[in-house]
């Protein structure tokens, strides 16, 4: 290593696992190529519901570049034309690629969904397979869809037969617990019925979002499947991604949680996979600008009201670690006007610096784990390809979709 080296590797602003791992090397690893997109550097922004809207992909987006997914959007919701549902499904003209994350366990709305999407010029749609909410899985969907492989079969299926030559890929947790794991299963049917990539977050649904994310079971599904596989699970600096792809061989990486107020990790993300060292990441001055940004998009996008409401959330995840915000936090949650908001920013001390402590912290889902709940014989049935009955009045869509949320 010479000198500017060991001096740039000595700077680096990162947590004591990350400070040694080298940036990537030229042609150490490709695009991840989903039919005809071919997506640089290989990332992918996890869909998250109540996260993943128009407004803050397209913030992310003018961070760096990769694949930005939407939160799920359900079938019924969509085909049924609740409003909220087809705004959340929404984006503007220059979106590229826009990608959808769908949720349903009826291969016939499944289907007819994606045909709409691929009509309306959408260029990506990601099945969710791995919804851990008590609600979803009581029912046999969610996570609970790939114990019953034949009827994910199905599922898959009918997307690929109705997206043309738009990609298919799915999402899958480890399974339902350890005694219960299905993502072999899964990586082998999403390859037979032609999905393009499957994302494996390395978690059981009984974990839900405790614990480290097992990044063996990646690289046992790398070994295993006939299509690219994307990590998923505990990347919260750039260089985890760059960790995950060396430890597990896999195609890609999914990034959840770690960009919760941290936009700017997929510049970060772009900068180490072309053999660039990130620098510092913004002080408090530039994260309020950030904020300022992010709220009049939220404002934009979901009205005055709505917009200021979906920002309370954010401004914890922003100025997290950060000394001088415990003070405002209460008031920023509070927060109904964007000029509310600016006047409480205003009160920041613009020079103090990103907190080292803020890397690694989980900004949304507690440490708690849980038994899953599954329709009663469920597992004596596992060869069953019977979708289970979905919500069909707009009531029950309306509750299952907050129960979605919560999850
Ligand atoms: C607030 C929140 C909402 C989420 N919503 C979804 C979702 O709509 N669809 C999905 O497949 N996963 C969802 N997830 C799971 C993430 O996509 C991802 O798999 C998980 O956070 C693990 O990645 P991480 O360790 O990088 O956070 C959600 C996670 C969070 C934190």
Redesign the pocket.
């Known amino acids: 290593m010479s000198a500017g080296e060991a001096d740039a590797a000595s700077a680096r602003f990162s947590s004591a696992e990350n400070r040694d791992v080298p940036l990537a090397r030229t042609g150490e690893f490709r695009p991840l190529v989903l039919k005809s997109l071919s997506i640089w550097p290989p990332v992918v922004l996890?869909?998250?519901?109540?996260?993943?809207n128009f407004p803050f992909r397209a913030l992310c987006r003018e961070f760096g570049a990769g694949l930005y997914?939407s939160?799920?959007i359900t079938a019924r919701g969509f085909l049924m034309g609740n409003s909220r549902t087809i705004l959340l499904a929404s984006s503007r003209d220059d979106e590229r690629p826009r990608s959808v994350?769908v949720?349903s366990s009826d291969p016939v709305d499944i289907g007819e969904m994606v045909a709409r999407l691929v009509d309306q010029g959408v260029d990506h749609v990601?099945l969710?397979?791995?919804?851990p909410v008590p609600k979803v899985t009581a029912s046999g969907g969610g996570s609970a869809i790939p114990v019953k492989p034949r009827l994910m079969a199905r599922l898959v299926r009918a997307m690929v037969k109705r997206s043309g030559a738009v990609p298919v890929t799915v999402?899958v947790?480890k399974g339902i617990d350890e005694d219960l794991l299905t993502y072999l299963d899964a990586g082998r049917v999403a390859g037979e019925e032609g999905a393009s990539a499957i994302?494996l977050?390395a978690?059981t649904a009984a974990q839900l979002?405790h614990g480290e994310?097992d990044w063996e079971a990646i690289a046992t599904l790398k070994s295993a499947a006939t299509i690219p596989v994307l990590g998923?699970?505990?990347?919260?600096e750039s260089f985890d991604a760059l960790r995950m792809m060396r430890a597990t061989g896999c195609d890609g990486v999914?990034?959840?949680?770690?960009?919760?107020g941290r936009p700017w990790l997929f510049r970060e993300l772009a900068q180490v996979f072309d053999g660039r060292e990130p620098g510092a990441p913004p002080k408090l001055g530039e994260i309020a600008a950030i904020m300022r940004d992010h709220a009049r998009r939220l404002v934009d996008f979901f009205g005055a009201k709505v917009g200021m409401q979906q920002m309370r959330k954010w401004t914890s995840w922003y100025t997290k670690g950060f000394a001088g915000s415990a003070a405002l936090r209460d008031r920023l949650h509070r927060i109904e006007t964007f000029e509310e908001l600016d006047l409480l920013l205003a009160n920041l001390d613009a020079n103090e610096p990103f907190p080292l402590s803020a890397l690694r912290v989980?900004?949304?889902?507690g440490g708690r784990t849980q038994k899953v709940s599954l329709p009663h014989g469920y597992l004596a049935q596992r060869d069953d390809d019977t979708p289970p009955r979905s919500p069909h009045s707009l009531a029950e869509i309306e509750a299952y979709e907050r129960a979605?949320?919560a999850?």
Do not use: F
């Open positions: 996890a869909p998250m519901a109540g996260v993943t997914v939160e799920m994350q949720y990601d969710n397979l791995g919804c999402k947790r994302g977050h978690r979002y994310a998923n699970g505990d990347v919260w999914i990034v959840g949680r770690g960009c919760l989980s900004r949304a889902k979605l949320n999850g």
